[in-house]
């Protein structure tokens, strides 16, 4: 079922969901307890559709082609785009929208890009330049 003003027109299965904004949650096929908000946020281009479960994504093209991806959080203009991975937070235009298939990842600031396994990457400018990065050992 669906909640709120979105164009879910490929929802075949999944519950709980809610979108605000043309063209949201377009390719949802079966995913269920996401939240979309902002054009094409969780919209896709992937004709088989989208299954993730339990996501966020706040920002024009935010989480875009999750895919299957779940429990992620992308705040931000095209935050998250391409991210297929699971368990991730990218906050800020354009934060791990190069990112596919990553997770446990959190990136803040312009297009933060973490690219190791549990990374922190806060970053002041594109190309990850004056950052703070932190890793698990």
């Known amino acids: 079922s669906m909640n709120g003003i979105a164009d879910a027109t490929k929802l075949i299965t999944g519950n709980y969901n809610t979108g ?3 063209k949201t949650l377009y390719r949802l096929t079966s ?3 996401n939240t979309a ?6 919209g896709g ?3 088989a559709g989208i299954s993730g479960n339990n996501n966020v994504c706040v920002g024009m093209f935010s989480g875009f082609n999750i895919t299957n991806g779940g429990y992620n959080t992308f705040l931000g203009y095209a935050s ?3 991210s297929t991975g699971s368990n991730n937070l ?3 235009y354009g934060a791990g929208s190069d990112t596919s298939s ?3 990842r959190v990136g803040i600031g312009y297009d933060a890009e973490p690219t190791e396994e549990k990374e922190i990457l806060i970053t002041a400018g594109a190309s990850n330049k004056n950052q703070i990065k932190m890793t698990s050992l």
């Open 37 to 42: 908000l902002g054009y094409m946020a969780m």
């Open 45 to 47: 281009d992937n004709s």
């Open 102 to 104: 990553v997770s446990h």
């Open 20 to 22: 605000v904004g043309r």
């Open 90 to 92: 990218f906050i800020g």
């Open 80 to 82: 998250g785009e391409n």
């Open 31 to 33: 995913g269920i307890q």
